[in-house]
Protein backbone atom coordinates (compact mmCIF):
# COMPACT_ATOMS: atom_id res chain seq x y z
CA UNK A 1 0.00 0.00 0.00
CA UNK A 2 1.42 3.24 -0.82
CA UNK A 3 2.21 5.40 2.21
CA UNK A 4 0.99 8.44 2.99
CA UNK A 5 0.84 12.09 0.93
CA UNK A 6 3.99 14.43 1.49
CA UNK A 7 2.11 18.30 2.36
CA UNK A 8 4.58 20.96 0.55
CA UNK A 9 3.94 23.74 1.91
CA UNK A 10 4.19 28.17 1.62
CA UNK A 11 8.01 28.44 2.74
CA UNK A 12 8.83 24.97 1.39
CA UNK A 13 7.38 25.90 -2.06
CA UNK A 14 8.96 28.96 -2.22
CA UNK A 15 12.65 27.43 -1.96
CA UNK A 16 12.07 24.74 -4.77
CA UNK A 17 10.35 26.88 -7.51
CA UNK A 18 12.60 29.04 -9.33
CA UNK A 19 11.59 30.85 -12.80
CA UNK A 20 15.00 29.80 -14.24
CA UNK A 21 13.43 26.28 -14.39
CA UNK A 22 10.04 26.77 -14.13
CA UNK A 23 9.67 28.74 -17.44
CA UNK A 24 11.64 25.84 -19.90
CA UNK A 25 9.27 23.16 -18.46
CA UNK A 26 6.27 25.75 -19.25
CA UNK A 27 7.40 26.57 -22.81
CA UNK A 28 7.40 22.49 -23.68
CA UNK A 29 3.88 21.94 -21.86
CA UNK A 30 2.38 25.01 -23.66
CA UNK A 31 3.68 23.71 -26.88
CA UNK A 32 2.65 19.88 -26.03
CA UNK A 33 -0.88 21.67 -25.17
CA UNK A 34 -1.34 23.01 -28.80
CA UNK A 35 -0.33 19.66 -30.55
CA UNK A 36 -4.17 17.75 -28.80
CA UNK A 37 -2.25 14.68 -28.69
CA UNK A 38 -3.98 12.87 -25.99
CA UNK A 39 -0.91 10.94 -24.90
CA UNK A 40 1.30 14.43 -24.43
CA UNK A 41 -2.41 16.09 -22.35
CA UNK A 42 -5.53 15.50 -21.48
CA UNK A 43 -6.62 19.15 -19.66
CA UNK A 44 -10.41 19.41 -20.08
CA UNK A 45 -11.71 23.48 -19.79
CA UNK A 46 -11.50 23.84 -16.15
CA UNK A 47 -14.94 23.20 -14.31
CA UNK A 48 -16.40 25.81 -11.97
CA UNK A 49 -18.68 26.33 -9.74
CA UNK A 50 -20.55 29.63 -8.10
CA UNK A 51 -20.40 30.06 -4.41
CA UNK A 52 -22.81 32.48 -4.48
CA UNK A 53 -23.07 33.17 -1.14
CA UNK A 54 -19.51 34.58 -0.64
CA UNK A 55 -19.00 36.19 -4.48
CA UNK A 56 -16.79 33.63 -5.33
CA UNK A 57 -15.97 30.08 -7.64
CA UNK A 58 -14.53 27.01 -7.29
CA UNK A 59 -12.21 25.64 -10.45
CA UNK A 60 -11.20 22.40 -10.57
CA UNK A 61 -8.50 21.82 -12.58
CA UNK A 62 -7.35 17.94 -13.56
CA UNK A 63 -4.37 17.17 -16.26
CA UNK A 64 -2.88 13.94 -16.89
CA UNK A 65 0.41 13.87 -18.92
CA UNK A 66 0.41 10.27 -19.81
CA UNK A 67 3.98 10.43 -21.43
CA UNK A 68 5.24 12.29 -18.49
CA UNK A 69 3.67 10.06 -16.18
CA UNK A 70 1.94 13.35 -14.04
CA UNK A 71 -1.37 13.53 -13.04
CA UNK A 72 -2.41 16.12 -10.50
CA UNK A 73 -5.61 18.43 -10.12
CA UNK A 74 -5.93 21.89 -8.85
CA UNK A 75 -8.57 23.67 -6.64
CA UNK A 76 -8.85 26.99 -7.05
CA UNK A 77 -11.06 29.60 -5.34
CA UNK A 78 -11.08 33.02 -6.43
CA UNK A 79 -13.27 35.91 -5.46
CA UNK A 80 -14.99 39.20 -6.48
CA UNK A 81 -13.95 40.77 -3.48
CA UNK A 82 -14.37 44.35 -2.42
CA UNK A 83 -10.75 45.83 -1.97
CA UNK A 84 -10.01 46.18 1.42
CA UNK A 85 -11.53 43.25 2.14
CA UNK A 86 -8.75 41.43 4.41
CA UNK A 87 -10.40 38.12 2.65
CA UNK A 88 -8.17 36.54 -0.01
CA UNK A 89 -8.78 37.14 -3.38
CA UNK A 90 -7.54 33.36 -4.58
CA UNK A 91 -6.61 30.12 -2.95
CA UNK A 92 -5.10 27.16 -4.46
CA UNK A 93 -4.17 23.38 -3.41
CA UNK A 94 -2.69 21.22 -5.94
CA UNK A 95 -2.83 17.43 -5.87
CA UNK A 96 -0.07 15.48 -7.15
CA UNK A 97 -1.16 11.40 -7.58
CA UNK A 98 0.07 8.35 -9.13
CA UNK A 99 -1.39 7.90 -12.29
CA UNK A 100 -0.63 4.17 -12.12
CA UNK A 101 -2.19 3.46 -8.59
CA UNK A 102 -4.08 6.29 -8.21
CA UNK A 103 -3.00 7.27 -4.80
CA UNK A 104 -2.14 10.96 -3.67
CA UNK A 105 1.68 11.35 -3.45
CA UNK A 106 2.06 15.41 -2.85
CA UNK A 107 -0.32 17.77 -1.59
CA UNK A 108 1.16 21.70 -1.66
CA UNK A 109 0.09 25.33 -0.98
CA UNK A 110 -0.69 26.52 -4.64
CA UNK A 111 -0.75 30.09 -3.66
CA UNK A 112 3.62 30.72 -4.90
CA UNK A 113 2.73 28.10 -7.84
CA UNK A 114 -0.03 29.83 -9.09
CA UNK A 115 1.32 32.84 -8.65
CA UNK A 116 4.77 32.09 -10.33
CA UNK A 117 3.33 29.56 -13.34
CA UNK A 118 0.88 32.47 -14.59
CA UNK A 119 3.57 35.00 -14.27
CA UNK A 120 6.02 32.80 -16.33
CA UNK A 121 3.26 32.33 -18.99
CA UNK A 122 2.82 35.76 -19.37
CA UNK A 123 6.62 36.35 -19.93
CA UNK A 124 7.06 33.59 -22.07
CA UNK A 125 4.27 35.88 -23.99
CA UNK A 126 6.34 38.58 -23.47
CA UNK A 127 9.49 37.02 -24.96
CA UNK A 128 7.58 35.33 -28.07
CA UNK A 129 5.39 38.89 -28.88
CA UNK A 130 6.80 42.06 -27.21
CA UNK A 131 9.29 43.81 -29.56
CA UNK A 132 13.05 42.89 -28.96
CA UNK A 133 14.08 46.46 -28.32
CA UNK A 134 10.68 47.50 -25.53
CA UNK A 135 11.78 49.53 -23.16
CA UNK A 136 9.15 50.55 -20.49
CA UNK A 137 6.92 47.97 -19.27
CA UNK A 138 3.54 48.99 -17.22
CA UNK A 139 1.71 47.05 -14.70
CA UNK A 140 -2.28 47.53 -13.93
CA UNK A 141 -2.67 46.55 -10.16
CA UNK A 142 0.21 45.83 -7.28
CA UNK A 143 -1.90 42.81 -5.89
CA UNK A 144 -0.27 39.11 -5.78
CA UNK A 145 -0.04 38.57 -9.28
CA UNK A 146 1.40 41.99 -9.94
CA UNK A 147 4.17 40.95 -7.80
CA UNK A 148 5.22 37.95 -9.39
CA UNK A 149 4.97 39.42 -12.42
CA UNK A 150 7.22 42.03 -11.64
CA UNK A 151 9.39 39.54 -10.77
CA UNK A 152 9.34 37.50 -13.41
CA UNK A 153 9.34 40.73 -15.99
CA UNK A 154 12.51 41.85 -14.85
CA UNK A 155 14.19 38.39 -14.29
CA UNK A 156 14.03 37.75 -18.23
CA UNK A 157 14.04 41.45 -19.26
CA UNK A 158 15.92 44.45 -19.08
CA UNK A 159 13.61 47.15 -18.75
CA UNK A 160 14.29 50.33 -18.70
CA UNK A 161 11.61 51.79 -16.82
CA UNK A 162 9.14 49.80 -15.17
CA UNK A 163 5.79 51.69 -13.84
CA UNK A 164 2.83 51.03 -11.52
CA UNK A 165 -1.01 51.84 -11.56
CA UNK A 166 -2.98 51.10 -8.54
CA UNK A 167 -6.84 52.51 -7.34
CA UNK A 168 -4.90 54.19 -4.44
CA UNK A 169 -1.27 55.93 -4.65
CA UNK A 170 -1.13 54.38 -1.61
CA UNK A 171 -1.35 50.67 -2.85
CA UNK A 172 1.02 51.68 -5.40
CA UNK A 173 3.42 52.90 -2.73
CA UNK A 174 3.24 49.95 -0.72
CA UNK A 175 3.68 47.88 -3.91
CA UNK A 176 7.18 49.85 -4.67
CA UNK A 177 8.53 49.18 -1.15
CA UNK A 178 7.77 45.69 -1.45
CA UNK A 179 9.89 45.14 -4.66
CA UNK A 180 13.75 44.81 -5.08
CA UNK A 181 14.06 47.14 -8.37
CA UNK A 182 12.69 51.11 -9.10
CA UNK A 183 9.27 51.64 -9.86
CA UNK A 184 7.05 54.54 -11.27
CA UNK A 185 4.23 54.84 -9.34
CA UNK A 186 1.20 56.65 -11.65
CA UNK A 187 -1.40 58.41 -11.12
CA UNK A 188 -3.78 57.17 -13.87
CA UNK A 189 -3.84 54.31 -16.24
CA UNK A 190 -3.49 57.04 -18.77
CA UNK A 191 -0.13 57.85 -17.54
CA UNK A 192 0.94 54.30 -16.81
CA UNK A 193 0.19 52.82 -19.96
CA UNK A 194 1.53 55.74 -22.55
CA UNK A 195 4.15 54.77 -24.57
CA UNK A 196 4.67 51.64 -22.88
CA UNK A 197 5.72 48.56 -24.78
CA UNK A 198 4.60 45.73 -22.42
CA UNK A 199 1.54 46.37 -20.35
CA UNK A 200 0.74 43.75 -17.47
CA UNK A 201 -3.36 43.68 -16.36
CA UNK A 202 -3.44 42.10 -13.00
CA UNK A 203 -6.25 43.64 -11.73
CA UNK A 204 -9.69 42.27 -10.02
CA UNK A 205 -12.05 44.48 -11.71
CA UNK A 206 -14.61 43.82 -14.04
CA UNK A 207 -15.09 46.04 -16.69
CA UNK A 208 -12.46 47.50 -18.70
CA UNK A 209 -10.09 49.28 -17.09
CA UNK A 210 -7.49 49.31 -20.51
CA UNK A 211 -8.28 51.15 -23.68
CA UNK A 212 -7.21 50.84 -26.99
CA UNK A 213 -6.38 54.10 -27.55
CA UNK A 214 -4.01 54.65 -24.88
CA UNK A 215 -2.11 51.69 -26.26
CA UNK A 216 0.78 52.56 -28.15
CA UNK A 217 0.41 50.43 -31.34
CA UNK A 218 3.05 47.75 -31.46
CA UNK A 219 2.98 47.12 -27.52
CA UNK A 220 2.25 43.84 -26.28
CA UNK A 221 -0.37 43.42 -23.39
CA UNK A 222 -0.40 39.74 -21.48
CA UNK A 223 -3.88 40.35 -19.45
CA UNK A 224 -4.62 38.33 -17.00
CA UNK A 225 -7.44 38.97 -14.76
CA UNK A 226 -11.16 38.86 -16.01
CA UNK A 227 -11.07 35.02 -16.04
CA UNK A 228 -15.48 34.75 -15.73
CA UNK A 229 -17.43 35.06 -19.00
CA UNK A 230 -19.03 38.68 -18.07
CA UNK A 231 -15.80 40.46 -16.35
CA UNK A 232 -13.52 42.68 -18.93
CA UNK A 233 -10.06 44.46 -17.96
CA UNK A 234 -9.60 45.00 -22.05
CA UNK A 235 -12.00 47.32 -24.20
CA UNK A 236 -13.52 46.72 -27.56
CA UNK A 237 -11.22 48.69 -29.72
CA UNK A 238 -8.34 47.06 -28.09
CA UNK A 239 -9.37 43.68 -28.47
CA UNK A 240 -10.59 43.85 -31.97
CA UNK A 241 -7.23 45.82 -33.07
CA UNK A 242 -5.02 43.61 -31.57
CA UNK A 243 -3.77 40.11 -32.49
CA UNK A 244 -5.55 38.42 -29.91
CA UNK A 245 -3.09 35.01 -28.56
CA UNK A 246 -4.68 32.80 -25.59
CA UNK A 247 -3.22 29.89 -23.53
CA UNK A 248 -6.40 28.10 -24.53
CA UNK A 249 -8.56 28.73 -27.12
CA UNK A 250 -11.22 26.56 -26.03
CA UNK A 251 -10.76 28.22 -22.10
CA UNK A 252 -10.94 31.61 -23.75
CA UNK A 253 -14.31 30.93 -25.46
CA UNK A 254 -15.59 29.63 -22.28
CA UNK A 255 -14.31 31.75 -19.66
CA UNK A 256 -13.06 34.91 -21.16
CA UNK A 257 -15.24 38.12 -20.86
CA UNK A 258 -12.55 40.01 -23.17
CA UNK A 259 -12.70 37.63 -26.20
CA UNK A 260 -16.81 36.08 -25.72
CA UNK A 261 -18.36 39.83 -25.27
CA UNK A 262 -15.78 41.97 -27.37
CA UNK A 263 -15.89 39.25 -30.53
CA UNK A 264 -12.77 39.30 -31.16
CA UNK A 265 -10.67 36.17 -32.84
CA UNK A 266 -8.24 34.21 -31.00
CA UNK A 267 -5.93 34.21 -33.77
CA UNK A 268 -3.74 31.48 -31.95
CA UNK A 269 -2.25 29.71 -28.62
CA UNK A 270 1.12 30.62 -26.95
CA UNK A 271 1.58 26.96 -27.74
CA UNK A 272 0.87 27.11 -31.64
CA UNK A 273 3.64 29.97 -31.57
CA UNK A 274 6.06 27.59 -29.69
CA UNK A 275 5.27 24.69 -32.09
CA UNK A 276 5.93 26.60 -35.21
CA UNK A 277 2.84 26.59 -36.87
CA UNK A 278 1.55 30.04 -36.21
CA UNK A 279 3.31 33.43 -36.72
CA UNK A 280 4.31 35.71 -34.00
CA UNK A 281 2.81 39.39 -34.99
CA UNK A 282 5.82 41.36 -33.02
CA UNK A 283 5.37 44.61 -34.88
CA UNK A 284 1.52 44.65 -34.59
CA UNK A 285 -0.35 45.15 -31.42
CA UNK A 286 -0.65 42.00 -29.57
CA UNK A 287 -2.96 40.79 -26.49
CA UNK A 288 -2.06 37.39 -24.27
CA UNK A 289 -5.18 36.67 -22.96
CA UNK A 290 -4.48 33.95 -19.92
CA UNK A 291 -7.31 32.10 -17.95
CA UNK A 292 -4.74 29.78 -16.68
CA UNK A 293 -4.44 25.84 -16.87
CA UNK A 294 -3.86 22.52 -15.45
CA UNK A 295 -1.01 21.71 -17.55
CA UNK A 296 0.86 24.61 -15.77
CA UNK A 297 -0.09 23.33 -12.73
CA UNK A 298 0.75 19.93 -13.40
CA UNK A 299 4.36 20.67 -14.63
CA UNK A 300 4.89 23.09 -11.76
CA UNK A 301 4.09 20.41 -8.75
CA UNK A 302 5.68 18.38 -10.33
CA UNK A 303 9.28 20.34 -10.41
CA UNK A 304 8.40 20.94 -7.07
CA UNK A 305 7.88 17.31 -6.45
CA UNK A 306 11.21 16.38 -7.70
CA UNK A 307 12.89 19.29 -5.96
CA UNK A 308 11.41 18.24 -2.83
CA UNK A 309 12.63 14.74 -3.03
CA UNK A 310 16.16 15.92 -4.08
CA UNK A 311 16.43 17.90 -1.37
CA UNK A 312 14.71 15.91 1.13
CA UNK A 313 16.95 13.03 3.11
CA UNK A 314 15.43 9.87 2.61
CA UNK A 315 14.31 8.81 6.42
N1 LIG B 1 -4.85 34.04 -15.62
C1 LIG B 1 -4.50 33.32 -14.59
O1 LIG B 1 -3.89 32.26 -14.71
C2 LIG B 1 -4.79 33.81 -13.21
C3 LIG B 1 -5.54 34.94 -13.04
N2 LIG B 1 -5.80 35.42 -11.79
C4 LIG B 1 -6.59 36.63 -11.72
O2 LIG B 1 -5.69 37.73 -11.65
C5 LIG B 1 -6.31 38.84 -10.98
C6 LIG B 1 -5.37 39.35 -9.90
O3 LIG B 1 -5.18 38.34 -8.93
P1 LIG B 1 -4.37 38.65 -7.57
O4 LIG B 1 -3.20 39.49 -7.86
O5 LIG B 1 -4.19 37.35 -6.90
O6 LIG B 1 -5.43 39.50 -6.78
P2 LIG B 1 -5.17 40.61 -5.64
O7 LIG B 1 -6.42 40.77 -4.92
O8 LIG B 1 -3.94 40.25 -4.89
O9 LIG B 1 -4.86 41.92 -6.49
C7 LIG B 1 -5.86 42.50 -7.28
C8 LIG B 1 -5.50 43.92 -7.66
O10 LIG B 1 -6.60 44.48 -8.41
C9 LIG B 1 -6.98 45.73 -7.82
N3 LIG B 1 -8.41 45.94 -8.07
C10 LIG B 1 -9.45 45.37 -7.46
N4 LIG B 1 -10.60 45.79 -8.00
C11 LIG B 1 -10.26 46.66 -8.99
C12 LIG B 1 -10.99 47.44 -9.92
N5 LIG B 1 -12.31 47.42 -9.94
N6 LIG B 1 -10.29 48.21 -10.80
C13 LIG B 1 -8.97 48.23 -10.79
N7 LIG B 1 -8.21 47.53 -9.92
C14 LIG B 1 -8.86 46.75 -9.04
C15 LIG B 1 -6.61 45.62 -6.35
O11 LIG B 1 -6.43 46.88 -5.77
C16 LIG B 1 -5.28 44.84 -6.46
O12 LIG B 1 -4.23 45.74 -6.78
C17 LIG B 1 -7.63 38.29 -10.45
O13 LIG B 1 -8.65 38.66 -11.35
C18 LIG B 1 -7.44 36.78 -10.47
O14 LIG B 1 -8.66 36.07 -10.59
C19 LIG B 1 -5.30 34.82 -10.68
C20 LIG B 1 -4.58 33.68 -10.79
C21 LIG B 1 -4.26 33.07 -12.07
O1 LIG C 1 -5.57 29.44 -13.34
C1 LIG C 1 -5.89 29.84 -12.22
O2 LIG C 1 -5.43 29.38 -11.18
C2 LIG C 1 -6.89 30.90 -12.12
N1 LIG C 1 -7.37 31.51 -13.17
C3 LIG C 1 -8.33 32.49 -12.83
C4 LIG C 1 -8.38 32.50 -11.37
C5 LIG C 1 -7.45 31.43 -10.92
Redesign the pocket.
Known sequence: MAGPPVVIWDQDVEGLLHYRELVPRLEEALGKFSRRDSTEVIQPVRTTLTLQKHHGFLGLMPTYMENDGVLCTKF?C?YK?E?GSSL???QATLVLLDPEYGNVKAVMDGELI??M??AA?SAISAKLLMRPEAEVLAI???????LSHYNAFTDMFSFKEVRVW???RQ?AERFCRSVSGPVTVCVSVQEAVRGADAIVT??????P?LFGQWVKPGAHVAA????RPD?RELDDVLMKEAVVYA?SREGAMAESGDVILSGAEVFAELGDVINGTKTAHREKTTVFK????GV?DAVSAQLVFDQWKRHTPKL
Open positions: VFRDPATTGRTVLGTGKQASRTKVTRCTEVVGACWDSLGME
